[in-house]
């Protein structure tokens, strides 16, 4: 079965950094495009970054662009996220999901989610 299981999370102070993992099976993961969606306290689903097969083509949100850097290892069947520069905006449940080929904003598996809490 497919799965995507996040890892990486956790508590830092604004400024910091932290990487998430995301390990996936079930499938064979170099063919699909990839992507990061979050989602604040109280908010809404926010799409992050998306990575194509490849790697030769990634995209950025306006907020974390600069910041944030998404890439794939097809080899360990992993995505990750690195986070630099975080801000207390940055506090979400990340989680990891697979597109399902028809935009790069559409997916059809996700994973559990990743807390990342940004405070001082």
């Known amino acids: 079965e497919v799965q995507l299981v996040e890892s990486g999370g956790g508590l830092v102070q604004p400024g910091g950094s932290l990487r998430l993992s995301c390990a996936a099976s079930?499938?064979?993961?170099?063919?699909?495009?990839m992507a990061w969606v979050r989602q604040a306290p109280g908010k809404g689903l926010e799409w992050v970054s998306s990575?194509?097969?490849?790697?030769?083509?990634?995209y950025y949100s306006d907020s974390v662009k600069g910041r944030f850097t998404i890439s794939r290892d097809d080899a360990k069947n992993t995505l990750y996220l690195q986070m630099n520069s975080l801000k207390p905006e940055d506090t979400a449940l990340y989680y990891c999901?697979?597109?399902?080929?028809?935009?790069?904003?559409?997916?059809?598996?996700w994973g559990q989610g990743a807390q990342v809490t940004v405070s001082s």
């Open positions: 079930g499938f064979t993961f170099s063919i699909y495009y």
């Open positions: 990575v194509n097969s490849d790697s030769s083509s990634t």
């Open positions: 999901a697979r597109s399902d080929g028809n935009s790069w904003y559409s997916y059809d598996y």
